[in-house]
């Protein structure tokens, strides 16, 4: 199996392009195992030169009551009382560790998103 590092742009491409072409390999197959160490060298290029930052906290509980039909009567088992949890949503009162924990516990948000300065706002 010949296979070199992904440096350029152009080899990026060339590497979908070969993925593309092995999707249907069987598993543990030699093209298997080279669709395999593909896909791991074409995330590692993609983790570095095309990052996604994770979103602002706030952001990622709105979005999260959005998705899921949520008031802010459902976020109260996760904040507290409905008070506190406008103050978080209005960039006044940063997320506790304990709040960060049951968001990311009952909606999923990744905690290190939670865990991130606000925009605009107080730090969590």
């Known amino acids: 199996m010949n296979i070199k590092p992904i440096k350029t742009k152009a080899d990026h491409r060339a590497a979908l392009k070969e993925i593309e072409a092995l999707m249907m390999a069987k598993l543990n197959s030699p093209e298997g195992e ?3 160490v593909l896909v791991t060298l074409v995330e590692a290029y993609e ?3 095309y990052a996604i930052d994770l979103p602002d906290p706030v952001e990622a509980i709105k979005f999260a009551m959005e998705q899921r039909g949520l008031s802010v009567k459902d976020l109260v088992p996760m904040i507290g009382a409905p008070n506190r949890i406008y103050e978080v949503l209005n960039r006044k009162r940063p997320l506790s560790l304990k709040m960060i924990w049951r968001l990311h516990k009952n909606l999923g948000i990744p ?3 939670l865990i991130r300065p606000t925009e605009g706002g107080l730090a969590a």
């Open 47 to 49: 983790r570095k030169h």
């Open 34 to 36: 080279r669709l395999d």
């Open 111 to 113: 905690a290190e998103s």
